[in-house]
Each structure stands twice: as C-alpha cells, then as structure tokens.
C-alpha cells in the first residue's frame, strides 16, 4: 500500500510576497476506502470558501474552482493495467503553475508509476485553519495518532512541564537523578545572570545513552552508520557495538595525550565516519568538541582555535568531493601557523589518512605534532570508562559562521540538549526502529549534530553519512543513495532539492524512484514537498 505523508499546516515565508502563509503539506490515501463504487480515486481539495470531495479518473487532474485560494493538482496513473486515457479538463487560476509530468515507466512494485504535483503560486493557502488529515491507517501507526493527541501533549508541556520533562528524561540512563527544579531560568539583567538550566544535578553521559544504553537493549549488531563514499562503489558500515569500539580506541587515545572532561577538541573533518566517532568519543571522557565545517578557510579555523584553545586537532589529510580533491591537512596547517602567531599553539594534530583522495606520502607532515590515525587508534583497548557529566556540563562549542563578524562560539550543555534532541528526533520524523534514515546536513552545522549523529542514535537508529556531492557521479546520485539503502526517511535542504530539479526528472532519475514505489519520507525544511511511503 502506498501513501503520501507528512501532513501539516506551517507558516512559510515567500520571498516575492510581503505575506506569511500557510503551506499544507497534502495528504493523499490510496486504500480502499479512498475509491468510490466506481472504482474513481477520491481527492479532498480545500477552497477558501467550502471543502469538497472530488471524483477523478484514473489520469484525471482534481479540478479547482476559478475562485479558490487554495488548490493542488496531482496526475497520477493508475494501478489498473489500461488506465483511462481521457483527462478531466482542468479549471485553473491565476494562482497556480502546472509542473510537467515525469514520463511514465513501469512499475516494479506494481503499485505506483506515475506521480506529480503542483507548485503552488502566490495565494498558498486560505488564511482559514484547512487541515488535510492523514488516514486512520496511517495515523495508527504514527507516534501522535491526532491533533488531539498533540495538543493532549502540548497541553500538558505548558501546565506541567516539570512533568513532562521528567517523564521523557527518565527514559534515558542517569547515574544520579536530577535535582529540582527540572528547569530554572533568568532573563533579567536585573536580577542577576543571565541563566537557563535543565536537570541541573543529574549526572548522566550522552555517549553512553546513545551506544552503551542501545547495545544494552539487544541493538549491538544493529548497523549504526552507513557510510555512502565520494565514488559510487565505495562505502562502509559499522555496527552500534563496532561503533562503541572505535569510539572507545579513540576516547582512550584522547586521555592519553592529556585530553580531560572540560578540555577543547577541534574537530575539522568532511563527512567520514570518524566524524562522529570523534564527536563522541570526546562525549565519552567529558571533552567539549567543536567541529569546524571542512569547507571552511585556514583563517576561519585559526579564529576558532584561538578561541577555543583546543589540546587537539582532529583532521584527515584530504577529500574529494565530486571530482575535486581538496587538502585538508594544508589548510590546519596554515591554521596552526597562525593561530601560534596569536598565542595558541596546538600539541597534537591526530591525521586520518583518506586513501580515496590522498595517499600519504603526498601528504605534508610535522614531526612530533602529527601522528596518522591508522597508525595509533588501533592499538587502544575497545572499552573506555566513561566519564559521567552534570547535565549542565559542557557538551559541544559551535561557532556562528562569522558572516556578520567575529564567529560567536555557541556553548550547548549535556542533559537539556541530550533530551531534546533524541525527542524532537522522534516525534518530528516519527521515527520507527526499522526505519533507514538519511540527513544531507554535514555535521559542521547544528543540524549535522542533532540530526546525523545525536538525534538518530539516542534512538538507535541506522543513519546514512555521505561523503560527496549530491550531483557526482550525476544528478541522479541522491536518489541511487536512496535506492542502495532502502532510506525511508530523508531530510535535506532547499537548496539540493531545488538545483536537482533544475536538471529535471530524467536526468535526477527520480521517475525511478518513484516507480520502485520504496518508502520515502522527505522533510524539507521551509518547503512544500511530496513524499511516498510503501506500507
């Protein structure tokens, strides 16, 4: 069975109207119950003025009305084998643009080969509350069943917070409960410091809630993190036990060059696997990390280094992103140079050797402040204490972009951020355990942190990390990403979506994975989109 997902009202701004409006993301069922005794697909369409039920043909449009602020088209084939070719003629309005249809392939799953929408123009929406509502079916399944259930939810986080938080908190290790209240906060100058605090007195570790706690749970053999290379034929995997390993070599080699709870990391590395098993195994001995996004210059990360003054850089000596080999390890370099210009030397540069972009004799070296991945993680013991942490401890720094100045180092703390993060993670992507889920974010960005690495494995899930270009080998790329892993959730940008459709559906090759008819789930953020679930 298939459907379409994700419905919701959301306030989205255009950027050619001075306007708020709401944008619905569109539900369509196909079930039994979503056909009428002739066998005719039923479309819900809101206008301003009424809602009404449409009847269509198999190939048919839904049909307007002239005066409608609000209206969707979808052209679909059908599931029969000779779908009617006669069309309904389409009454339009000025308010929207047709987007052409894909051309039709067959359907490997024998359920959908056909999908398509309309891009609304720039009356979205009535400004009336027009809800679209998910299936009974679907809406079984979902974590929040109902609006009413959500509001149940919302309800309760506004009158008993304390509670509320409480109870999601306790689903989670801590070694020592929090003390009350569970939040406390000061806004006002006046009254002292500027303070606001979670679970203040509990005693917990992020990295053991995200792999000790799963594997505890019978998830060890579960894989963790799919890795999806620059080239097609190039990936990896580890386990959440194969994961716990390397992150405790690592963790291991940290305490041993003198890294302790409270110390910097900086962290500048493209979207390997030893990102984030870097980030945690720093989690794991109480270290703050800060990861610097790897397209930055040398004279950005030397602002951060400064800052921060870190005991360690972790780095790789290149990339390659499409067919573009980028050096790294040059760029700390000259870092390094100039951040020891302004007082802050660094000790160590540990160096993972990425043999995709960069052999290691072409790779520039210090001695005796360089000292190649490969060549010492391995040889550390695969457990590590963990070092237990307040909730108000210091968990990452992570750095404004520096667009309107000097970079702003962001301090965000272990429990409130621990909670929320595994809690938004679930309920906005309505997470299962079975599910394979794929952020584009890199983890340079806060999303990259709470949606690639956090988020998705305090809730055990399997996550995809790819190192490339969304458009290498060709456009298609994100979509074969997609196909290879069987991805039922994929959360991404505008920006990709929108260059990718400039290229069109062929050369994207989404036609095939919409006639694969395999689960995908999109969240885009700020966007209208259409997603198509197999149940």
């Given at each position: 069975?298939?459907?379409?997902?994700?419905?919701?009202?959301?306030?989205?701004?255009?950027?050619?109207?001075p306007?708020?409006?709401?944008?619905?993301y569109?539900?369509?069922?196909?079930?039994?119950?979503?056909?009428n005794?002739?066998?005719?697909?039923?479309?819900?369409?809101?206008?301003s003025?009424?809602?009404q039920?449409?009847?269509?043909?198999?190939?048919?449009?839904?049909?307007?009305?002239?005066?409608?602020?609000?209206?969707?088209?979808?052209?679909?084939?059908?599931?029969?084998?000779?779908?009617v070719?006669?069309?309904?003629?389409m009454n339009?309005?000025?308010?929207?643009?047709?987007?052409?249809?894909?051309?039709?392939?067959?359907?490997?799953?024998?359920?959908?080969?056909?999908?398509?929408s309309?891009?609304?123009?720039?009356?979205?929406?009535?400004?009336?509350?027009?809800?679209?509502?998910?299936?009974?079916?679907?809406?079984?399944?979902?974590l929040?069943?109902?609006?009413?259930?959500?509001l149940?939810?919302y309800?309760?986080?506004?009158?008993?917070?304390?509670?509320?938080?409480?109870?999601?908190?306790?689903?989670?290790?801590?070694?020592?409960?929090?003390?009350?209240?569970?939040?406390?906060?000061?806004l006002?100058?006046?009254?002292?410091?500027?303070?606001?605090?979670?679970?203040?007195g509990?005693?917990?570790?992020?990295?053991?809630?995200?792999?000790?706690?799963?594997?505890?749970?019978?998830?060890?053999?579960?894989?963790?993190?799919?890795w999806?290379?620059?080239?097609?034929?190039?990936?990896?995997?580890?386990?959440?036990?194969?994961?716990?390993?390397?992150?405790?070599?690592?963790?291991?080699?940290?305490?041993?060059?003198?890294?302790?709870k409270?110390?910097?990391?900086?962290?500048?590395?493209?979207?390997?696997?030893?990102?984030?098993?870097?980030?945690?195994?720093?989690?794991?001995?109480?270290?703050?990390?800060?990861?610097?996004?790897?397209?930055?210059s040398?004279?950005?990360?030397?602002?951060?280094i400064?800052?921060?003054?870190?005991?360690?850089?972790?780095?790789?000596?290149?990339?390659?992103?499409?067919?573009?080999?980028?050096?790294?390890?040059?760029?700390?370099?000259?870092a390094?140079?100039?951040?020891?210009?302004?007082?802050?030397?660094?000790?160590?540069?540990?160096?993972?050797?990425?043999?995709?972009?960069?052999?290691?004799?072409?790779?520039?070296?210090?001695?005796?402040?360089?000292?190649?991945?490969?060549?010492?993680?391995?040889?550390?013991?695969?457990?590590?204490?963990?070092?237990?942490?307040?909730?108000?401890?210091?968990?990452?720094?992570?750095?404004?972009?520096?667009s309107?100045?000097?970079?702003?180092?962001?301090?965000?703390?272990?429990?409130?951020?621990?909670?929320?993060?595994?809690?938004?993670?679930?309920?906005?992507?309505?997470?299962?355990?079975?599910?394979?889920?794929?952020?584009?974010?890199?983890?340079?960005?806060?999303?990259?942190?709470?949606?690639?690495?956090?988020?998705?494995?305090?809730?055990?899930?399997?996550?995809?990390?790819?190192?490339?270009?969304?458009?290498?080998?060709?456009?298609?790329?994100?979509?074969?990403?997609?196909?290879?892993?069987?991805?039922?959730?994929?959360?991404?940008?505008?920006?990709?979506v929108r260059?990718?459709?400039?290229?069109?559906d062929?050369?994207?090759?989404?036609?095939k994975?919409?006639?694969?008819?395999?689960?995908?789930?999109?969240?885009?953020?700020?966007?209208?989109?259409?997603?198509?679930?197999?149940?």
């Amino acid at each position: 069975m298939v459907k379409v997902l994700q419905i919701r009202q959301q306030q989205y701004h255009l950027l050619h109207h001075p306007r708020h409006h709401p944008i619905y993301y569109f539900n369509f069922s196909f079930q039994p119950s979503s056909y009428n005794n002739k066998g005719q697909l039923l479309v819900l369409h809101f206008s301003s003025k009424s809602n009404q039920t449409l009847s269509i043909s198999s190939t048919a449009a839904a049909v307007a009305k002239k005066n409608s602020s609000c209206c969707l088209i979808t052209k679909m084939t059908s599931f029969v084998e000779n779908p009617v070719e006669k069309k309904l003629k389409m009454n339009t309005c000025n308010h929207l643009r047709h987007v052409e249809s894909m051309a039709t392939l067959p359907s490997g799953a024998g359920k959908i080969s056909h999908l398509n929408s309309v891009i609304l123009g720039e009356d979205l929406a009535s400004e009336e509350n027009d809800l679209v509502f998910p299936s009974n079916h679907f809406s079984s399944q979902a974590l929040v069943s109902s609006p009413e259930k959500y509001l149940e939810m919302y309800k309760r986080s506004i009158e008993d917070p304390a509670g509320f938080w409480s109870d999601i908190a306790s689903t989670f290790y801590w070694k020592h409960q929090w003390n009350q209240p569970v939040f406390s906060e000061n806004l006002d100058v006046t009254k002292g410091t500027i303070n606001i605090e979670w679970f203040k007195g509990g005693i917990t570790n992020i990295c053991y809630n995200a792999l000790d706690r799963n594997i505890d749970a019978g998830n060890g053999s579960k894989i963790a993190l799919y890795w999806e290379g620059n080239e097609p034929d190039v990936d990896a995997s580890l386990s959440y036990s194969q994961l716990l390993d390397k992150v405790c070599q690592l963790a291991n080699y940290l305490k041993d060059i003198d890294v302790k709870k409270g110390d910097a990391v900086i962290i500048y590395l493209p979207m390997l696997m030893e990102l984030p098993i870097a980030m945690l195994a720093c989690a794991r001995i109480g270290a703050v990390h800060s990861v610097v996004f790897a397209g930055f210059s040398a004279e950005s990360l030397s602002q951060r280094i400064v800052d921060c003054k870190p005991k360690a850089v972790i780095t790789c000596n290149a990339v390659r992103r499409g067919p573009k080999v980028i050096n790294l390890k040059e760029i700390v370099d000259a870092a390094l140079v100039e951040s020891t210009k302004n007082g802050v030397s660094v000790d160590v540069c540990l160096t993972y050797e990425n043999q995709s972009a960069m052999k290691r004799e072409a790779t520039k070296w210090q001695e005796g402040r360089d000292v190649w991945w490969q060549d010492i993680i391995p040889t550390y013991p695969t457990t590590c204490e963990v070092e237990w942490v307040d909730a108000e401890d210091p968990l990452f720094l992570l750095y404004t972009s520096g667009s309107t100045g000097k970079p702003k180092g962001v301090l965000h703390t272990t429990g409130g951020y621990m909670v929320y993060t595994a809690t938004t993670f679930k309920y906005a992507f309505d997470y299962k355990p079975s599910d394979i889920y794929w952020c584009t974010a890199d983890c340079g960005w806060i999303t990259g942190h709470s949606y690639v690495t956090y988020g998705p494995l305090l809730n055990g899930a399997s996550v995809i990390i790819f190192e490339g270009a969304p458009n290498y080998p060709d456009s298609g790329r994100c979509w074969d990403i997609v196909d290879k892993y069987k991805v039922t959730i994929f959360y991404t940008a505008p920006t990709l979506v929108r260059s990718l459709m400039r290229d069109g559906d062929e050369a994207s090759n989404i036609s095939k994975l919409i006639s694969h008819a395999i689960l995908y789930h999109f969240m885009i953020k700020g966007f209208p989109w259409v997603a198509v679930k197999k149940s």
